[in-house]
Protein backbone atom coordinates (compact mmCIF):
# COMPACT_ATOMS: atom_id res chain seq x y z
CA UNK A 1 0.00 0.00 0.00
CA UNK A 2 2.89 2.16 0.95
CA UNK A 3 4.65 1.53 -2.69
CA UNK A 4 1.81 2.76 -4.84
CA UNK A 5 1.52 5.85 -3.02
CA UNK A 6 5.04 7.04 -3.54
CA UNK A 7 4.73 6.20 -7.23
CA UNK A 8 1.57 7.97 -7.67
CA UNK A 9 3.40 11.09 -5.84
CA UNK A 10 6.26 11.34 -8.23
CA UNK A 11 3.74 11.35 -11.50
CA UNK A 12 2.01 14.06 -10.24
CA UNK A 13 5.70 16.36 -9.18
CA UNK A 14 6.85 15.78 -13.05
CA UNK A 15 3.71 17.57 -14.18
CA UNK A 16 3.62 20.00 -12.00
CA UNK A 17 7.23 20.82 -13.04
CA UNK A 18 6.46 20.98 -17.13
CA UNK A 19 3.53 23.48 -15.92
CA UNK A 20 5.68 25.41 -13.54
CA UNK A 21 8.85 25.64 -15.23
CA UNK A 22 9.61 24.30 -18.40
CA UNK A 23 6.26 25.68 -19.95
CA UNK A 24 7.14 29.29 -18.63
CA UNK A 25 10.65 29.27 -20.04
CA UNK A 26 9.25 28.28 -23.37
CA UNK A 27 6.19 30.90 -23.50
CA UNK A 28 9.47 33.48 -22.06
CA UNK A 29 11.53 32.75 -24.72
CA UNK A 30 8.53 33.41 -27.63
CA UNK A 31 8.04 36.72 -25.63
CA UNK A 32 11.31 37.56 -25.96
CA UNK A 33 11.86 37.02 -29.22
CA UNK A 34 8.92 38.14 -30.57
CA UNK A 35 9.86 41.86 -28.89
CA UNK A 36 12.88 41.26 -30.41
CA UNK A 37 11.96 40.88 -33.49
CA UNK A 38 9.70 44.31 -33.10
CA UNK A 39 12.50 45.68 -31.51
CA UNK A 40 14.54 45.36 -34.98
CA UNK A 41 12.12 46.12 -36.79
CA UNK A 42 11.29 49.52 -34.99
CA UNK A 43 14.93 50.28 -35.18
CA UNK A 44 15.27 49.40 -39.22
CA UNK A 45 12.25 52.07 -39.99
CA UNK A 46 13.77 54.30 -37.03
CA UNK A 47 17.16 54.26 -39.62
CA UNK A 48 15.06 54.31 -42.71
CA UNK A 49 12.69 56.97 -41.64
CA UNK A 50 15.67 59.40 -40.41
CA UNK A 51 17.79 58.74 -44.09
CA UNK A 52 17.02 61.26 -46.60
CA UNK A 53 16.52 59.40 -50.14
CA UNK A 54 17.99 62.15 -52.00
CA UNK A 55 20.27 65.47 -50.93
CA UNK A 56 21.23 68.37 -52.71
CA UNK A 57 24.50 69.91 -51.25
CA UNK A 58 25.84 72.97 -52.53
CA UNK A 59 29.13 72.74 -54.64
CA UNK A 60 32.40 72.87 -52.24
CA UNK A 61 30.37 71.73 -49.52
CA UNK A 62 32.10 69.25 -47.13
CA UNK A 63 30.36 65.36 -47.46
CA UNK A 64 29.54 64.29 -43.98
CA UNK A 65 27.12 61.66 -42.73
CA UNK A 66 24.83 64.36 -40.93
CA UNK A 67 23.86 65.91 -44.42
CA UNK A 68 22.34 62.84 -44.94
CA UNK A 69 20.00 62.31 -41.85
CA UNK A 70 17.89 63.96 -39.51
CA UNK A 71 19.51 61.90 -36.76
CA UNK A 72 22.39 59.91 -37.27
CA UNK A 73 22.01 56.39 -35.96
CA UNK A 74 24.61 54.73 -33.48
CA UNK A 75 27.76 52.73 -35.27
CA UNK A 76 27.07 54.57 -38.66
CA UNK A 77 29.66 55.17 -41.62
CA UNK A 78 30.32 55.32 -45.48
CA UNK A 79 30.49 52.36 -47.22
CA UNK A 80 30.74 54.25 -50.54
CA UNK A 81 34.55 56.01 -50.63
CA UNK A 82 33.64 59.48 -50.38
CA UNK A 83 37.25 60.73 -50.20
CA UNK A 84 36.62 59.80 -54.28
CA UNK A 85 33.99 62.07 -54.55
CA UNK A 86 35.21 65.89 -55.44
CA UNK A 87 32.21 68.25 -54.01
CA UNK A 88 33.52 71.03 -56.80
CA UNK A 89 32.02 68.99 -59.75
CA UNK A 90 28.69 69.51 -60.30
CA UNK A 91 27.18 65.71 -60.69
CA UNK A 92 24.96 62.88 -59.13
CA UNK A 93 25.99 59.97 -56.39
CA UNK A 94 24.90 57.45 -54.95
CA UNK A 95 25.79 56.88 -51.50
CA UNK A 96 26.10 53.43 -49.56
CA UNK A 97 26.14 54.13 -45.86
CA UNK A 98 26.06 51.22 -43.06
CA UNK A 99 24.07 52.42 -40.09
CA UNK A 100 25.52 49.34 -37.50
CA UNK A 101 24.45 46.71 -39.92
CA UNK A 102 21.60 47.87 -41.75
CA UNK A 103 23.23 49.46 -45.27
CA UNK A 104 20.61 52.60 -46.97
CA UNK A 105 21.29 54.31 -50.23
CA UNK A 106 20.99 58.12 -50.73
CA UNK A 107 21.19 59.90 -53.40
CA UNK A 108 23.96 63.02 -53.51
CA UNK A 109 23.30 65.64 -55.79
CA UNK A 110 25.85 68.82 -55.93
CA UNK A 111 24.39 71.67 -57.25
CA UNK A 112 24.87 75.13 -57.63
CA UNK A 113 22.44 77.69 -56.50
CA UNK A 114 25.28 80.50 -55.07
CA UNK A 115 25.15 83.38 -58.22
CA UNK A 116 27.66 85.07 -58.65
CA UNK A 117 29.90 87.92 -57.90
CA UNK A 118 31.66 91.32 -59.39
CA UNK A 119 32.91 94.33 -58.87
CA UNK A 120 31.85 97.01 -60.76
CA UNK A 121 34.37 99.36 -63.27
CA UNK A 122 32.75 102.76 -63.53
CA UNK A 123 32.81 104.35 -66.14
CA UNK A 124 33.14 108.38 -67.61
CA UNK A 125 32.31 108.71 -71.19
CA UNK A 126 30.72 111.33 -73.92
CA UNK A 127 27.34 110.38 -74.72
CA UNK A 128 26.85 107.57 -77.14
CA UNK A 129 26.55 104.06 -77.71
CA UNK A 130 26.61 101.79 -74.37
CA UNK A 131 30.00 99.82 -73.83
CA UNK A 132 29.77 95.61 -74.16
CA UNK A 133 28.59 95.02 -70.04
CA UNK A 134 31.53 92.21 -70.19
CA UNK A 135 33.78 95.16 -70.14
CA UNK A 136 31.95 97.10 -66.76
CA UNK A 137 32.83 93.85 -64.30
CA UNK A 138 35.66 93.18 -62.65
CA UNK A 139 36.71 90.38 -60.74
CA UNK A 140 34.51 87.90 -61.51
CA UNK A 141 33.72 84.84 -59.15
CA UNK A 142 31.68 81.60 -59.64
CA UNK A 143 31.98 77.91 -60.06
CA UNK A 144 30.65 77.91 -63.60
CA UNK A 145 31.43 80.21 -66.71
CA UNK A 146 29.17 83.64 -66.57
CA UNK A 147 27.73 85.76 -68.71
CA UNK A 148 26.97 89.48 -68.20
CA UNK A 149 24.02 91.61 -69.82
CA UNK A 150 22.45 95.18 -69.29
CA UNK A 151 19.35 94.17 -66.67
CA UNK A 152 16.70 95.80 -67.96
CA UNK A 153 17.86 96.06 -71.66
CA UNK A 154 20.74 98.24 -73.45
CA UNK A 155 20.83 102.13 -71.72
CA UNK A 156 20.41 105.01 -73.44
CA UNK A 157 23.43 107.02 -73.08
CA UNK A 158 22.01 109.99 -75.46
CA UNK A 159 21.98 112.33 -72.47
CA UNK A 160 24.34 113.53 -69.66
CA UNK A 161 24.61 112.95 -65.92
CA UNK A 162 24.92 110.48 -63.37
CA UNK A 163 23.55 107.28 -63.42
CA UNK A 164 24.21 103.69 -62.31
CA UNK A 165 23.42 101.24 -64.38
CA UNK A 166 22.61 97.50 -63.24
CA UNK A 167 24.67 94.83 -64.89
CA UNK A 168 23.34 91.07 -64.25
CA UNK A 169 25.87 88.38 -63.95
CA UNK A 170 24.48 84.63 -64.82
CA UNK A 171 25.90 81.45 -64.48
CA UNK A 172 25.49 78.34 -66.43
CA UNK A 173 22.91 77.23 -63.32
CA UNK A 174 20.49 79.75 -64.15
CA UNK A 175 21.99 82.14 -60.83
CA UNK A 176 22.04 85.76 -61.35
CA UNK A 177 22.58 88.94 -59.32
CA UNK A 178 22.65 92.24 -60.67
CA UNK A 179 25.81 94.61 -59.71
CA UNK A 180 25.11 98.30 -59.90
CA UNK A 181 27.86 100.27 -62.34
CA UNK A 182 28.37 104.41 -61.91
CA UNK A 183 28.24 105.95 -65.34
CA UNK A 184 29.27 109.79 -65.63
CA UNK A 185 27.81 110.59 -69.37
CA UNK A 186 29.62 114.00 -70.38
CA UNK A 187 27.23 115.65 -72.65
CA UNK A 188 29.87 117.68 -74.92
CA UNK A 189 28.47 119.97 -77.54
CA UNK A 190 30.96 122.68 -77.19
CA UNK A 191 33.84 122.87 -79.91
CA UNK A 192 37.35 123.57 -79.25
CA UNK A 193 38.58 127.36 -79.37
CA UNK A 194 41.42 128.14 -81.09
CA UNK A 195 43.91 131.01 -79.92
CA UNK A 196 46.57 132.79 -81.76
CA UNK A 197 45.74 132.75 -85.07
CA UNK A 198 46.89 135.95 -87.00
CA UNK A 199 47.27 137.17 -90.60
CA UNK A 200 50.96 136.67 -91.56
CA UNK A 201 53.05 138.30 -93.79
CA UNK A 202 56.42 136.18 -95.47
CA UNK A 203 58.59 136.88 -98.54
CA UNK A 204 58.00 135.53 -101.42
CA UNK A 205 60.06 132.24 -101.88
CA UNK A 206 59.86 131.32 -98.00
CA UNK A 207 60.12 127.38 -98.34
CA UNK A 208 58.25 126.90 -94.67
CA UNK A 209 55.69 129.35 -92.49
CA UNK A 210 55.28 127.50 -88.85
CA UNK A 211 52.07 127.75 -89.24
CA UNK A 212 51.45 125.85 -85.40
CA UNK A 213 53.82 128.67 -83.81
CA UNK A 214 51.68 130.69 -81.21
CA UNK A 215 48.64 128.48 -81.83
CA UNK A 216 46.99 127.01 -78.31
CA UNK A 217 43.82 124.59 -78.81
CA UNK A 218 41.20 124.53 -76.10
CA UNK A 219 38.19 122.65 -75.35
CA UNK A 220 36.26 122.45 -72.28
CA UNK A 221 36.74 118.58 -72.30
CA UNK A 222 38.86 117.15 -74.67
CA UNK A 223 42.70 117.54 -73.23
CA UNK A 224 44.08 116.89 -76.70
CA UNK A 225 42.03 118.67 -79.63
CA UNK A 226 42.91 117.98 -82.97
CA UNK A 227 44.20 120.76 -84.94
CA UNK A 228 44.05 120.29 -88.55
CA UNK A 229 45.92 123.25 -90.66
CA UNK A 230 44.64 123.35 -94.40
CA UNK A 231 47.62 125.39 -96.01
CA UNK A 232 46.84 123.85 -99.93
CA UNK A 233 46.09 127.41 -101.37
CA UNK A 234 49.32 128.93 -100.55
CA UNK A 235 51.68 129.60 -103.20
CA UNK A 236 54.56 131.43 -101.34
CA UNK A 237 56.16 131.91 -105.06
CA UNK A 238 53.68 133.72 -106.27
CA UNK A 239 52.93 137.42 -104.57
CA UNK A 240 49.10 137.27 -102.65
CA UNK A 241 47.34 136.58 -100.61
CA UNK A 242 46.03 133.14 -99.21
CA UNK A 243 43.91 131.44 -97.13
CA UNK A 244 44.64 129.11 -94.26
CA UNK A 245 42.13 127.12 -92.84
CA UNK A 246 42.26 126.04 -88.82
CA UNK A 247 40.18 123.20 -87.87
CA UNK A 248 39.76 122.21 -84.25
CA UNK A 249 38.08 119.20 -83.28
CA UNK A 250 37.30 117.39 -80.01
CA UNK A 251 36.80 113.65 -79.26
CA UNK A 252 33.03 113.72 -79.85
CA UNK A 253 33.45 115.50 -83.68
CA UNK A 254 32.51 119.15 -82.62
CA UNK A 255 34.52 121.50 -84.75
CA UNK A 256 35.62 124.54 -85.00
CA UNK A 257 37.28 126.75 -87.48
CA UNK A 258 39.37 130.16 -88.15
CA UNK A 259 40.73 131.34 -91.70
CA UNK A 260 43.37 133.58 -91.85
CA UNK A 261 45.25 135.30 -94.59
CA UNK A 262 48.63 134.74 -95.82
CA UNK A 263 50.16 137.95 -97.21
CA UNK A 264 52.96 136.73 -99.87
CA UNK A 265 54.86 139.85 -100.33
CA UNK A 266 57.11 140.90 -102.75
CA UNK A 267 60.73 141.39 -100.88
CA UNK A 268 63.74 139.52 -101.98
CA UNK A 269 64.94 136.96 -99.78
CA UNK A 270 66.69 133.46 -100.09
CA UNK A 271 65.08 130.24 -99.85
CA UNK A 272 65.76 128.40 -96.41
CA UNK A 273 65.53 124.98 -95.31
CA UNK A 274 63.92 123.85 -92.38
CA UNK A 275 67.42 123.27 -90.43
CA UNK A 276 68.35 126.71 -91.03
CA UNK A 277 64.94 127.86 -89.71
CA UNK A 278 65.91 125.51 -86.73
CA UNK A 279 69.11 126.92 -86.51
CA UNK A 280 67.76 130.84 -86.53
CA UNK A 281 65.54 129.48 -83.30
CA UNK A 282 68.75 128.06 -81.19
CA UNK A 283 70.42 131.36 -82.12
CA UNK A 284 67.77 133.30 -80.74
CA UNK A 285 67.02 131.30 -77.55
CA UNK A 286 71.28 131.29 -77.24
CA UNK A 287 70.80 135.31 -77.38
CA UNK A 288 67.80 135.29 -75.14
CA UNK A 289 69.70 133.18 -72.49
CA UNK A 290 72.72 135.46 -72.59
CA UNK A 291 70.52 138.12 -71.66
CA UNK A 292 68.57 136.55 -69.02
CA UNK A 293 71.86 135.51 -67.29
CA UNK A 294 72.75 138.93 -66.52
CA UNK A 295 69.13 140.11 -65.67
CA UNK A 296 66.99 137.17 -63.64
CA UNK A 297 68.16 135.72 -60.25
CA UNK A 298 67.41 132.14 -59.37
CA UNK A 299 64.95 132.80 -56.48
CA UNK A 300 63.01 135.40 -58.84
CA UNK A 301 59.17 134.40 -59.01
CA UNK A 302 57.88 134.11 -62.90
CA UNK A 303 56.50 137.28 -62.32
CA UNK A 304 59.64 139.08 -61.24
CA UNK A 305 61.35 137.35 -64.17
CA UNK A 306 58.37 138.73 -66.69
CA UNK A 307 58.84 142.11 -65.11
CA UNK A 308 62.41 142.17 -65.66
CA UNK A 309 62.20 141.11 -69.26
CA UNK A 310 59.44 143.49 -70.25
CA UNK A 311 61.34 146.02 -68.40
CA UNK A 312 64.98 145.14 -70.09
CA UNK A 313 63.40 145.19 -73.84
CA UNK A 314 61.51 148.45 -73.02
CA UNK A 315 64.57 149.83 -71.89
CA UNK A 316 66.91 148.62 -74.73
CA UNK A 317 65.11 148.16 -78.02
CA UNK A 318 64.14 151.11 -79.56
CA UNK A 319 60.67 151.97 -81.69
CA UNK A 320 61.06 151.97 -85.78
CA UNK A 321 57.65 152.45 -86.83
CA UNK A 322 58.64 150.09 -89.87
CA UNK A 323 61.12 147.45 -90.27
CA UNK A 324 61.33 144.43 -92.91
CA UNK A 325 59.03 141.59 -92.62
CA UNK A 326 60.33 138.61 -91.51
CA UNK A 327 59.54 135.12 -92.52
CA UNK A 328 59.62 133.83 -88.74
CA UNK A 329 59.50 135.13 -85.35
CA UNK A 330 63.45 134.16 -84.43
CA UNK A 331 64.71 135.68 -87.43
CA UNK A 332 62.92 138.95 -86.03
CA UNK A 333 64.03 138.37 -82.78
CA UNK A 334 68.09 137.90 -84.10
CA UNK A 335 67.83 141.16 -86.02
CA UNK A 336 66.40 142.96 -82.72
CA UNK A 337 68.49 141.92 -80.02
CA UNK A 338 71.60 142.59 -82.78
CA UNK A 339 70.37 146.15 -83.76
CA UNK A 340 68.68 146.88 -80.77
CA UNK A 341 65.64 148.67 -82.42
CA UNK A 342 62.59 146.97 -84.37
CA UNK A 343 58.91 147.23 -84.78
CA UNK A 344 56.09 145.74 -82.46
CA UNK A 345 57.08 142.62 -84.21
CA UNK A 346 60.77 142.28 -83.01
CA UNK A 347 59.94 143.90 -79.63
CA UNK A 348 57.47 140.74 -79.09
CA UNK A 349 59.70 138.04 -80.70
CA UNK A 350 62.77 139.29 -78.14
CA UNK A 351 59.82 138.73 -74.98
CA UNK A 352 58.70 135.75 -76.66
CA UNK A 353 62.62 133.97 -76.95
CA UNK A 354 63.36 135.30 -73.27
CA UNK A 355 60.16 133.92 -71.64
CA UNK A 356 60.16 130.72 -73.34
CA UNK A 357 63.75 130.14 -71.84
CA UNK A 358 62.34 130.59 -68.77
CA UNK A 359 59.14 128.35 -68.94
CA UNK A 360 57.08 130.86 -69.04
CA UNK A 361 53.72 130.49 -71.45
CA UNK A 362 52.71 133.32 -73.55
CA UNK A 363 51.33 133.71 -76.81
CA UNK A 364 51.30 136.37 -79.71
CA UNK A 365 48.20 138.63 -79.55
CA UNK A 366 47.75 140.78 -82.86
CA UNK A 367 45.33 143.96 -83.55
CA UNK A 368 42.37 143.18 -84.93
CA UNK A 369 42.47 145.50 -87.65
CA UNK A 370 39.40 147.27 -88.88
CA UNK A 371 40.41 148.17 -92.62
CA UNK A 372 43.11 146.63 -94.33
CA UNK A 373 45.24 149.74 -94.84
CA UNK A 374 45.43 149.44 -90.68
CA UNK A 375 48.62 148.51 -89.24
CA UNK A 376 49.69 145.07 -87.60
CA UNK A 377 50.27 145.76 -83.67
CA UNK A 378 51.69 142.87 -81.49
CA UNK A 379 52.27 141.87 -77.85
CA UNK A 380 51.96 139.11 -75.56
CA UNK A 381 49.71 137.21 -73.59
CA UNK A 382 51.45 135.69 -70.74
CA UNK A 383 50.43 133.82 -68.28
CA UNK A 384 51.31 134.60 -64.87
CA UNK A 385 50.44 133.87 -61.05
CA UNK A 386 47.71 131.29 -63.03
CA UNK A 387 45.88 133.64 -65.37
CA UNK A 388 46.49 135.11 -68.80
CA UNK A 389 47.84 138.77 -68.69
CA UNK A 390 48.47 141.44 -71.48
CA UNK A 391 52.13 142.47 -71.44
CA UNK A 392 53.45 144.90 -73.94
CA UNK A 393 57.19 146.11 -73.91
CA UNK A 394 56.49 148.90 -77.19
CA UNK A 395 57.64 152.39 -76.38
CA UNK A 396 55.02 154.70 -76.92
CA UNK A 397 55.49 158.42 -77.81
CA UNK A 398 52.41 161.06 -77.17
CA UNK A 399 51.62 163.47 -74.53
CA UNK A 400 49.87 161.48 -72.59
CA UNK A 401 52.33 158.85 -71.85
CA UNK A 402 55.01 159.51 -69.31
CA UNK A 403 58.79 158.28 -70.37
CA UNK A 404 59.20 154.85 -68.94
CA UNK A 405 56.08 153.76 -69.62
CA UNK A 406 54.97 150.18 -70.52
CA UNK A 407 52.45 147.91 -70.52
CA UNK A 408 52.90 145.11 -67.91
CA UNK A 409 49.98 142.70 -66.43
CA UNK A 410 47.23 144.29 -67.83
CA UNK A 411 43.36 143.16 -67.98
CA UNK A 412 41.24 143.90 -71.03
CA UNK A 413 40.22 146.95 -69.82
CA UNK A 414 43.16 148.42 -69.36
CA UNK A 415 44.54 147.50 -72.02
CA UNK A 416 41.90 149.31 -73.92
CA UNK A 417 42.79 152.48 -72.58
CA UNK A 418 46.27 152.05 -72.37
CA UNK A 419 48.26 154.05 -75.54
CA UNK A 420 47.60 153.16 -79.16
CA UNK A 421 45.25 150.60 -80.39
CA UNK A 422 44.99 147.54 -78.53
CA UNK A 423 41.51 145.71 -79.70
CA UNK A 424 42.17 142.33 -80.36
CA UNK A 425 39.20 139.29 -81.30
CA UNK A 426 38.73 138.62 -77.81
CA UNK A 427 37.09 135.05 -78.60
CA UNK A 428 40.08 134.30 -80.22
CA UNK A 429 42.77 134.19 -76.97
CA UNK A 430 42.31 132.31 -73.72
CA UNK A 431 40.23 133.98 -70.89
CA UNK A 432 42.40 136.61 -69.45
CA UNK A 433 42.67 137.97 -65.59
CA UNK A 434 40.05 140.86 -64.76
CA UNK A 435 41.24 141.78 -61.42
CA UNK A 436 43.81 144.29 -61.51
CA UNK A 437 47.15 144.33 -59.90
CA UNK A 438 48.57 147.44 -61.31
CA UNK A 439 48.91 148.93 -57.52
CA UNK A 440 51.53 146.47 -57.02
CA UNK A 441 53.54 147.09 -60.07
CA UNK A 442 55.94 149.67 -60.88
CA UNK A 443 56.84 149.55 -64.66
CA UNK A 444 59.21 152.62 -64.34
CA UNK A 445 61.76 150.59 -62.25
CA UNK A 446 60.64 147.39 -63.15
CA UNK A 447 59.94 145.77 -59.89
CA UNK A 448 57.12 144.21 -58.08
CA UNK A 449 55.63 145.40 -54.78
CA UNK A 450 55.71 144.38 -51.68
CA UNK A 451 51.96 142.58 -51.04
CA UNK A 452 51.42 141.33 -54.88
CA UNK A 453 48.41 138.64 -54.23
CA UNK A 454 50.51 135.72 -55.03
CA UNK A 455 47.76 132.54 -55.97
CA UNK A 456 48.29 129.83 -53.26
CA UNK A 457 50.63 126.89 -55.19
Not at 68 to 90: A, C, K, Q, S
Not at 207 to 213: C, D, G, L, Q, V
Not at 395 to 423: L, Q, R, V, W
Amino acid sequence: MMAKRSAKKNKFSFLKFLGIVVLPLIAGACLGVAAAYFFYTDTIRDIDNSCLSEVDIEYGHPITLDCFFTRIPPNTRFITNIDLIDPGMLASYDIAIDCGGHVVHSILNVVDRTAPTGKPVPVAMYTGEAPEPETLITDIFDMTSVTCSYDGGKPDLSKGGKYEIGVKLTDTSGNSSVVGVPFDIIEDVQAPVIYGTHDMDVMVGTETIAYREGILVTDDHAENPRLNIDNSKVNLNIVGDYPVVYTATDDVGNTSEVTIKVHVIPIANAEQSSAVTQAYVDEAYRMAREINASILDEDDTDVEKAMKIFYWVHKNISFILRTPSYENWAVAAINTFTKRYSSCYGTWSVCKAMLDVEGIENICVVRERKNSWDNFHYWALVKLNGEWWHCDAQKYFNDYTPKGYFCFMMTDAEIKNAPTDHSFAKDEYPERASTSVQKYINVYQGKILSGFPYADE
